[in-house]
């Protein structure tokens, strides 16, 4: 759904990446209005952002055009979110006490929408007692601060300040768009595939990419579900705002399943887990011209476990990976497993299931089959969710 989202951009060599930032949200329908600190416009032209976004960029409060910013201050009142990307120390210490000198801080300090700080900074001015202090008086006051990655800076310095990559940026600034109030409600959700390592090199895998369980996180976050993401390694940054805990092997999977499980309300067990393991070979495993027998033991099954285990309430949710018989074997898989719901779907295209970005797959719980038409992993994860809030099983 198109949200309004302002960005304010200040003045730091980041303040290139804020276009990306720009450009991304803008090619996923949001409407974008552009505030710059004067310093940001060194960096930067105005008119980029304009062409970017699509509307005038507003730079400082004494705009002779004086009817163009008091609209510009009504979009206080209609931001869902305000994100300063890149933040620089000066912004930080301003926003972190109130003051209001220019365009971007006084509409900050008017807004009370969901607001979002991406600092970026030489190491020393981060690690400065004043600007961590001034970070958490920020936290304090509710806004969300999305972490400086490590790396090469702009002054040659290498570590903590550069600004967060533009990906994690732009899930962040969605999350927080669409983000409900707090349910108090507890759900997991495992994702990607289990390494069973044979020796030091290789290993027994999957090809899940981890797209479902990520889905699953974001749509439970803005439902207002406190997350817990238990997942194998998979290729995306991490999800911003969602606890992540990243296991290798089905065992450690399991171990951190299960000293989660009791308190959740919901458990979704979207994660590829090997059938079998074996005992990792301390050493590289040598050709000899030979067959080489490998004996596989098999894992723990944890959603069984899950479902041996269940606490009265908690809804649990699996999912069944066929070739054919979907159905049948899902509903089979559904009362071993004991559990409420299972997502059921074939591997039949590349378009759909494991790497890609859509699905096609049939809910099923004791009292019925419900086929749903093709539709993206997170539309998948919405349809589920809001089915357990509709059919009031976990409340
Ligand atoms: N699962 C699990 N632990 C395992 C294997 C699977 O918790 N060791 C979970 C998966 O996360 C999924 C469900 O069980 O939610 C079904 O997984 P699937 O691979 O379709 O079936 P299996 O139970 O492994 O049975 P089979 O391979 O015989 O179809």
Redesign the pocket.
């Known amino acids: 759904m198109s949200k309004c989202i302002v960005i304010g951009v200040t003045g730091g060599i980041a303040a290139y990446k804020a276009c990306e930032v720009v450009s991304a949200l803008r090619k996923k329908g949001h409407e974008i209005h552009v505030i710059m600190t004067k310093n940001a416009t060194e960096f930067v032209s105005p008119l980029t952002f304009e062409t970017l976004s699509a509307n005038r960029v507003s730079v400082d409060t004494f705009d002779r055009n004086f009817e163009y910013n008091v609209q510009h201050v009504s979009l206080a009142h209609k931001a869902d979110v305000f994100a300063i990307v890149p933040c620089s120390a000066n912004v930080l210490a301003k926003v972190a006490h109130g003051l209001a000198d220019d365009m971007l801080t006084t509409t900050f300090l008017a807004c009370d929408c969901q607001k979002l700080l991406c600092p970026a900074m030489n190491t020393k001015m981060l690690e400065n007692p004043i600007t961590q202090d001034n970070l958490k008086i920020c936290h304090g006051y509710g806004m969300e601060i999305l972490a400086s990655g490590d790396g090469f800076l702009a002054c040659g310095d290498i570590g903590k300040g550069r600004l967060a990559n533009v990906e994690v940026i732009v899930d962040a600034i969605e999350m927080l768009a669409a983000k409900k109030p707090s349910n108090h409600k507890r759900i997991l959700i495992?994702s990607g595939a289990t390494k069973e390592y044979l020796d030091p090199i290789r290993y027994i895998t999957n090809p899940s990419s981890g797209k479902t369980g990520r889905q699953w996180a974001k749509i439970a976050y803005n439902l207002g579900y406190d997350v817990t993401l238990v997942t194998g390694e998979t290729s995306f940054e991490d999800l911003p705002f969602i606890k992540t805990i990243k296991i290798t092997n089905?065992k450690q999977m399991f171990t951190e399943i299960k000293a989660c499980s009791f308190e959740q309300d919901i458990i979704v067990?979207?994660?590829?887990?090997?059938?079998f393991t074996c005992n990792k070979a301390e050493n590289k495993i040598k050709k000899d011209g030979e067959a080489l027998d490998l004996h596989l033991e098999p894992?723990?099954?944890?959603?069984?476990y899950l479902g041996e285990n269940k606490r009265p309430g908690q809804i649990l949710i699996?999912?069944?990976?066929?070739t054919k018989d979907l159905i049948a074997?899902a509903q089979e898989?559904l009362v071993k497993?004991n559990c409420d719901y299972i997502i059921a779907n074939t591997i039949s295209d590349e378009n759909k299931g494991f790497k890609a970005d859509d699905n096609e797959v049939v809910i099923i719980s004791k009292e019925n089959v419900e086929k749903l038409p093709k539709m993206s992993k997170e539309n998948i994860a919405r349809c589920v969710l809001e089915k357990c809030e509709r059919e009031k099983r976990c409340y």
């Open positions: 495992s089905a067990m979207s994660a590829a887990v090997a059938d894992t723990q099954d944890i959603l069984k699996g999912y069944a990976m066929e074997n898989k497993k």
